[in-house]
T-cell receptor, first 115, second 114 residues
Framework: GENVEQHPSTLSVQEGDSAVIKCTYS??????FPWYKQELGKGPQLIID?????GEKKDQRIAVTLNKTAKHFSLHITETQPEDSAVYFC??????????????FGKGTRLSVIA | NAGVTQTPKFRVLKTGQSMTLLCAQD?????MYWYRQDPGMGLRLIHY?????TTAKGEVPDGYNVSRLKKQNFLLGLESAAPSQTSVYFC?????WGQGYEQYFGPGTRLTVT
């Protein structure tokens, strides 16, 4: 089945700097890669996603890049702000799996933006 | 439009007690899910439903039961709580299954079993 590895588990950056979180996946047939943001005391919320027919997608200060050959995708946050502090999860669908979950999530990255 | 709501927000149980967590969504979604979130473990799917009256096992179903009697509600039951079930539980819903369909999450229920 699909295995999603996420690094780093914690990340601290100065306000205004960039942050990068990387995920690798194992199922080469996977073709959809979402990123969810979880603020303290709340449920995860989708912030950006990418499909395998594109290599990069941007939405204001956040971007996601995908390398299908290497089977990894990354979240990039530029000009970080205190409100970016949260736990971020990557995910990938187990395309070839037994069908008991629509998404396999990474273990999460706790991002702290220091003012 | 409340999205996905969960009750209760917090609960403390003693080992062996039972309880039911309630999830409700007002987006007319067919698919609903129950996840648990443990430190360093990410989100793991417990059970899911593809429509009213249907349920299926996810990745970690042991010790839990679910029911979907109404399209908008998805209940998670613990018949005999164990300390290993101490966790934060999230309900989610989506229009369809899998690739490309956003999952909408509730605010979570923090459960402690002593």
């Amino acid at each position: 089945g699909e295995n999603v590895e996420q690094h780093p588990s914690t990340l601290s950056v100065q306000e205004g700097d960039s942050a990068v979180i990387k995920c690798t996946y194992s199922d080469s047939a996977s073709n959809y890669f979402p990123w969810y943001k979880q603020e303290l005391g709340k449920g995860p919320q989708l912030i950006i996603d990418i499909r395998s027919n594109v290599g990069e997608k941007k939405d204001q200060r956040i971007a996601v890049t995908l390398n299908k050959t290497a089977k990894h995708f990354s979240l990039h946050i530029t000009e970080t702000q205190p409100e970016d502090s949260a736990v971020y999860f990557c995910a990938a669908p187990p395309f070839s799996n037994s069908g008991n979950t629509p998404l396999v999530f990474g273990k999460g990255t706790r991002l702290s933006v220091i003012a | 439009n409340a999205g996905v709501t969960q009750t209760p927000k917090f609960r403390v149980l003693k080992t062996g007690q039972s309880m039911t967590l309630l999830c409700a969504q007002d987006m007319n979604h067919e698919y609903m899910y129950w996840y648990r979130q443990d430190p360093g473990m990410g989100l793991r799917l417990i059970h899911y439903s593809v429509g009213e009256g249907t349920t299926a096992k996810g990745e970690v179903p042991d010790g839990y039961n679910v029911s979907r009697l109404k399209k908008q509600n998805f209940l998670l039951g613990l018949e005999s709580a164990a300390p290993s079930q101490t966790s934060v539980y999230f309900c989610a819903s989506s229009y369809s299954w899998g690739q490309g369909y956003e999952q909408y999450f509730g605010p979570g229920t923090r459960l402690t079993v002593t």
